[in-house]
């Protein structure tokens, strides 16, 4: 078992130097389309930005909510019963 785990050790220290290849060299292939170098920004409509708005205010609103039941259930009950 020891001489199996040293041979894989062996192996891929050396064949894992021998193919590892430059990102670079990725698109070699004729043909392959590169990706274009430009970012096209695209605008929030309002009403997206509202949706994302209510939907944060909700998310934020449902942790609070968490919170405070966590919180009354650990300090309710040590409460109650001193």
Known sequence: MRKLTF????LASLGGAALVQPA????????AVAA???V??????PMERRMMHRRME???????MERRM???RMHGRSMRHM
Do not use: E, I, K
Not at 7 to 10: D, P
């Open 36 to 38: 274009p170098d430009a």
């Open 70 to 72: 966590m919180h009354r």
């Open 58 to 64: 909700h998310r934020m609103m449902h942790r609070r």
């Open 40 to 45: 096209t920004h695209v605008r929030m409509t």
């Open 24 to 31: 670079s060299a990725a698109p070699a292939m004729p043909g």
């Open 7 to 10: 041979a894989f050790a062996v």
